[in-house]
T-cell receptor, first 115, second 114 residues
């Protein structure tokens, strides 16, 4: 158990819908990262938040957005869903924002299926 | 820009045999390098990391990896495979300067047979 929690574990929805994935980082970690794992794209970095502020952006679609709240939990919002958005979405957390390396601890993931 | 190439999407070994999973990286700045393991229906667990200290890095579960700058490689080895090592393994790189988002390779699925 990494200490990172993600809910829900599974999510099945229809095209065009909007969903919210939730992540709670390890106690004391200030950074949250979101990754997408799909069969065709592999594991891709989406976005990072550090202490409530966006720190880095990767291959995140405009239909996707994220935020980190004052209690440091984070939500990833996916809208106008398409079949190709079906994937495993991981959240990871680390102590700092990346100026010095700290290990990223990964949650168990949320499996999103878009029908 | 940074990238990772893992040679061999599937590797199969016998129990007790040497495990060798290959990883080559590209980075314009000194890299940090990692190996993660993913068991079925689970998240990623860090096996080991290279962060510019010793070039031979020992990790959990008997795995180790050697950073070779001249070959831009960071291959993962284990002297004797165990059935429980069957999983998917990911090599990843991040920059030692600034933000530490991870860039992952495509992964190598390791099968261990009796």
């Amino acid at each position: 158990d990494s200490g990172v929690t993600q809910t829900p574990k599974h999510l099945i929805t229809a095209t065009g819908q909007r969903v919210t994935l939730r992540c709670s980082p390890r106690s004391g970690d200030l950074s949250v990262y979101w990754y997408q794992q799909s069969l065709d794209q592999g594991l891709q970095f989406l976005i990072q938040y550090y202490n409530g502020e966006e720190r880095a952006k990767g291959n995140i679609l405009e239909r996707f957005s994220a935020q980190q709240f004052p209690d440091l939990h984070s939500e990833l919002n996916l809208s106008s869903l398409e079949l190709g958005d079906s994937a495993l979405y991981f959240c990871a957390s680390s102590v700092d924002g990346g100026t010095n390396y700290n290990e990223q601890f990964f949650g168990p993931g949320t499996r999103l299926t878009v029908l | 820009a940074q990238s990772v190439t893992q040679l061999g999407s599937h590797v199969s070994v016998s129990e007790g045999a040497l495990v060798l999973l290959r990883c080559n990286y590209s980075s314009s700045v000194p890299p940090y390098l990692f190996w993660y393991v993913q068991y079925p229906n689970q998240g990623l667990q860090l096996l080991l990391k290279y962060t510019s200290a010793a070039t031979l890095v020992k990790g959990i579960n008997g795995f180790e990896a050697e950073f070779k700058k001249s070959e831009t490689s960071f291959h993962l080895t284990k002297p004797s495979a165990h059935m429980s090592d069957a999983a998917e393994y990911f090599c990843a790189v991040s920059s030692s300067r600034g933000y530490n988002k991870l860039i992952f390779g495509a992964g190598t699925r390791l099968a261990v047979h009796p």
